[in-house]
Nanobody
Framework: QVQLVESGGGSVQTGGSLRLSCAAS????????MGWFRQAPGKDREGVAA????????YYADPVKGRFTISLDSGKNTLYLEMNSLKPEDTAMYYC?????????????????????WGQGTQVTVSS
């Protein structure tokens, strides 16, 4: 079991930046791969970015490539999502998630069904 707590959401204008954090309740290094997901009102939850247990392998959804960066600080048991050049369509509740998977990550890492552990979410609102 691992508990996750997100923070860092807020309201910004188009082109702005935010950094989301996700603190894990236990040691996640080399045990859990993790991801960021988002859900806008009336839409399905979608994968944004994922990272493997080493913190080296990453995978991004096409809409955020080149703008978002996922990273992992194993010493602090904290996952980050650096979001730059934000757009109104990035507005959503953002969630971090974890799974006990130690293999290479790919497109499946952005499928929310793969993750049993979830945080409560943090809201990101981008105004035009």
């Amino acid at each position: 079991q691992v508990q996750l707590v997100e923070s860092g959401g807020g309201s910004v204008q188009t082109g702005g930046s935010l950094r989301l954090s996700c603190a894990a309740s236990r040691n996640i290094a080399r045990r859990y791969s993790m991801g960021w997901f988002r859900q806008a009102p009336g839409k399905d939850r979608e994968g944004v970015a994922a990272i493997d247990t080493s913190g080296v392998g990453t995978y991004y959804a096409d809409p955020v490539k080149g703008r978002f960066t996922i990273s992992l600080d194993s010493g602090k048991n904290t996952l980050y999502l650096e979001m730059n050049s934000l757009k109104p369509e990035d507005t959503a509740m953002y969630y971090c998630a974890a799974r006990a998977y130690m293999g290479t990550i790919g497109a499946a890492a952005l499928h929310h069904q793969e993750y049993p552990y979830w945080g409560q979410g943090t809201q990101v609102t981008v105004s035009s």
